[in-house]
Nanobody, 125 residues
Framework: QVQLVESGGGLVQAGGSLRLSCAASGGTFSNYVMGWFRQAPGKEREFVATINRTNSTTYYGDSVKGRFTISRDNARNTVSLQMSSLQPEDTAAYYC??????????????????WGQGTQVTVSS
């Protein structure tokens, strides 16, 4: 199965933007439904966004709808999360995840069987 590595996290002021990337290696990336989740200290892992294998279907968590955009490039084996209008409540570790079953699209973490190590996003007020 693929291995996933996230990048692009950092510190940003409220109202700013960040773009997270997740690079896949070691497997057939295009077979995977991909998702982004986040987890803040003391909270459960939260669904952020998911995208199907062909980049034609996306779903978003209610808290990020209209502000975040997920996309993928199967030729480059990457999935990205463009985040705008960031708020302090967006502060969390963000995780890239893959579902090798390939059926679109799980919104719960148990649907995903491959995870990256996470990248921290901190939004200051």
């Amino acid at each position: 199965q693929v291995q996933l590595v996230e990048s692009g996290g950092g510190l940003v002021q409220a109202g700013g933007s960040l773009r997270l990337s997740c690079a896949a290696s070691g497997g057939t990336f295009s077979n995977y439904v991909m998702g982004w989740f986040r987890q803040a200290p003391g909270k459960e892992r939260e669904f952020v966004a998911t995208i199907n294998r062909t980049n034609s279907t996306t779903y978003y968590g209610d808290s990020v709808k209209g502000r975040f955009t997920i996309s993928r490039d199967n030729a480059r084996n990457t999935v990205s999360l463009q985040m705008s209008s960031l708020q302090p409540e967006d502060t969390a570790a963000y995780y890239c995840a893959g579902d090798r079953r390939g059926k679109c699209c799980g919104t719960h973490s148990r649907a995903y069987n491959t995870w990256g190590q996470g990248t921290q996003v901190t939004v200051s007020s």
